[in-house]
Each structure stands twice: as C-alpha cells, then as structure tokens.
C-alpha cells in the first residue's frame, strides 16, 4: 500500500465548478502536507502548504486537512480550462523532511 | 535567477552505456533531490542530499549513483543503463525543515533502449 493515495482520474468538470480533488494517508503522525501543480510535458510547481488542522485558502485554491481521518483535499473554485493538469498530493516525513508524493489526480476541466 | 536547471534535456542510451545528469541551483537551499516519475507511479525518490557533504538513499536507489559536488550541484550517474530506467528524471531543492517547498527542475527525459 502507497504511503499517500489518490484517484488517478481523470476529474472531468465544466468551466467555473469547483472541482475537489482527495488524497489519504498512512502515516498518521505526518504534519505538513503539499499540492503541487502539474502540467503536461512540465515539472511540478508547489499550490499549497498545509500544517494546521482546517481550511487554508489562497485565492481560488482551498486546502482542507484532516489528520483524525487522514486525508488532505483541494478545492479549485471557479475552475479554468488552464486549471487542467496533474495535482500532486505530497506529505513530509518529520524525520527526514523527505516529500512523499501520490500518483496524482489528473483534472480537466471544460470550457 | 534561473532557480533550478538540469542538463541535458533528453538524452537516448543503449543498454549497457553510462551517464550523469547534471543538476544546479542558485537560491543558497541546503537540500537536494533526485526524483523519477513514470506514467501512473508519480515521483519517486532516488536519492536525496540534506547538505553539502552527505548524501542518502530514497525510495528507489538501485543502479544509481549521486554527487553532492558543492553546494549547488547535484549529480546522478547511471553507470549500466537498463530499459527499466527509462523515465523522466527531475532534480528538486529547498531549505531543510518542516513545510520546506521543493522547486524542481525542468526534467531530462531518459530513452534506454
């Protein structure tokens, strides 16, 4: 079993949902958590960091931890077709400061 | 400031020969990484260097060498390439600590056939 799980997709929404996209996992003494950003053909690009228990928001992304249930999620509102690409969910070893990723969800959303 | 940057860009090895991947950064991070990513396994931890001087396994070591040469660079040698490592090869850095982003390089696409 994969340290961080997510459903590989595609996520299929229209222009201007909110697309939400889930990631689970095991190691239940993880802090901090990531979303990278991936488009095809690119390298990944950070979205959001989260540490706290709750919501965090940075304009139209929200990230929405859990740690008693042990799942991460990213809300995309107001979803864009340049909003289309792989979201990688990412948690941090406390030890090593290691990222472990996901296999990533791939989101597209049409205009 | 070109962040993170990898050469080269693609490369085609046959079975058997060897290369290094070259990897730099000028933002001063103390840590560096070497990933690989396939389709449908996301990224992959090879090997990671926390400073200069120290280097450690990742998730999938196997067949590879790396080089903390100085601060900021990071090199990754295949010494016998295989097909299995036919990937894309992303070098990443940051500062180390708890929420330290990782800035990733634009990648070398890697052909063994």
């Known amino acids: 079993q994969k340290e961080v799980e997510q459903n590989s997709g595609p996520l299929s929404v229209p222009e201007g949902a909110i697309a939400s996209l889930n990631c689970t996992y095991s190691d239940r003494g993880s802090q901090s958590f990531f979303w990278y950003r991936q488009y095809s053909g690119k390298s990944p690009e950070l979205i959001m960091f989260i540490y706290s228990n709750g919501d965090k928001e940075d304009g139209r992304f929200t990230a929405q931890l859990n740690k008693a249930s042990q799942y991460v999620s990213l809300l995309i509102r107001d979803s864009q077709p340049s909003d289309s690409a792989t979201y990688l969910c990412a948690h941090q070893e406390e030890s090593s400061y290691k990222l472990i990723f996901g296999s990533g969800t791939r989101l597209l959303v049409r205009p | 400031n070109a962040g993170v940057t990898q050469t080269p860009k693609f490369q085609v090895l046959k079975t058997g020969q060897s290369m290094t991947l070259q990897c730099a950064q000028d933002?001063?991070?103390?840590?560096m990484y070497w990933y690989r990513q396939d389709p449908g396994m996301g990224l992959r931890l090879i090997y990671y260097s926390a400073s200069e001087g120290t280097t450690d396994k990742g998730e999938v070591p196997n067949g590879y060498n790396v080089s903390r040469l100085n601060k900021r660079e990071f090199s990754l040698r295949l010494e016998s390439a295989a097909p299995s490592q036919t990937s894309v090869y992303f070098c990443a850095s940051g500062e180390t600590g708890t929420g330290e982003t990782q800035y990733f390089g634009p990648g070398t696409r890697l052909l063994v056939l």
């Open positions: 933002m001063n991070h103390n840590s």
